[in-house]
């Protein structure tokens, strides 16, 4: 058996809530600190030379590389937002090779461009690959009902029954309904509903009321969530971030 640690949380573009305060640089450290082996980020920047402009420690370089730097050699990234200055998505750092990945367009408006970024990781000592999904669902409650649908669909095609999987990211789910349907249609368990009876809250960072963010997992041996300190955290993104340990056969 293998234990690995993840760490789910949207970056916000690398601004705090309201884009008061560009925090990019100290959000890599915090996220460096907690030394997870795989790590979900969603609203990562790919490009934006509007805020380059005017924000004179931005990040040049696509900020899942800036993040990843030294410490996570794989990265893959998936653009789902693209506008006249830039674009953003969702990135996966590992620590293990990434041999395959692609992103999934779950679009149902384009005022909200989503995408579910699925990578197969390759770990030594393991036989079966693992695959991870990072999600980033819309906030109108009938969108995110779409897009839960297209993820069981895109499970059920993408990821072979018996291997080991994780989903992670932002569900936006404020009204609690995600666990059932993922549950029910691809048999998913999220870890802090399965430990502590509940989603963990997430949002706003500074005085988390809703539960938003998740980490769900199928075909693992155990799973443990980590309870991370508020912070730095409350003062990097909208979103606190969500990290656990989980065991792999």
């Known amino acids: 058996m293998l234990a690995i640690k993840v760490l789910t949380v949207n970056i916000h573009k690398g601004f705090t809530a309201l884009n008061r305060q560009y925090m990019l ?19 990562v920047t790919g490009s934006n030379t509007r805020h380059a402009a005017l924000t004179s420690r931005f990040a040049h370089e696509p ?30 750092l ?33 036989q079966t690959p693992l695959h991870v999904i990072c999600v980033h669902f819309n906030l109108l409650s009938w969108h995110r009902s779409k897009q839960l649908m297209q993820l069981c669909t895109f499970v059920r095609e993408v990821v072979p029954p018996l291997a080991p999987l994780i989903v992670a990211g932002d ?24 430990q502590q009876g509940r989603a963990a ?12 963010d998740r980490i ?16 730095p955290w409350r003062h990097l993104s909208d979103h ?9 056969n």
Do not use: M
């Open 216 to 231: 769900y997992v199928r075909n693992v041996v155990s799973h443990s969530p980590i309870h991370l300190p508020p912070t």
């Open 94 to 126: 590992s620590k293990f090779p990434i041999v395959h990945f692609q992103n999934r367009d779950v679009s149902v408006s384009q005022l909200e461009r989503r995408g579910l970024l699925h990578c197969v990781l390759n770990i030594p000592l393991l």
């Open 240 to 248: 606190a971030p969500l990290a656990a340990t989980i065991e792999l």
């Open 63 to 92: 900020h899942y590389e800036y993040l990843a730097d030294s410490i996570w050699t794989q990265y893959a990234y998936g653009r789902n937002s693209v506008y006249t200055h830039g674009h953003h998505g969702n990135a996966v």
């Open 171 to 194: 569900f936006n789910d404020w009204e609690e309904r995600a666990c059932a349907v993922l549950r029910n249609d691809a048999h998913l368990t999220e870890i802090f509903v399965s």
């Open 25 to 43: 640089p100290e959000l890599r450290e915090a996220v460096r600190s907690v030394a997870a082996d795989v790590v979900f980020l969603q609203e």
């Open 201 to 212: 809250r997430t949002f706003p960072a500074r005085l988390p009321i809703l539960r938003l």
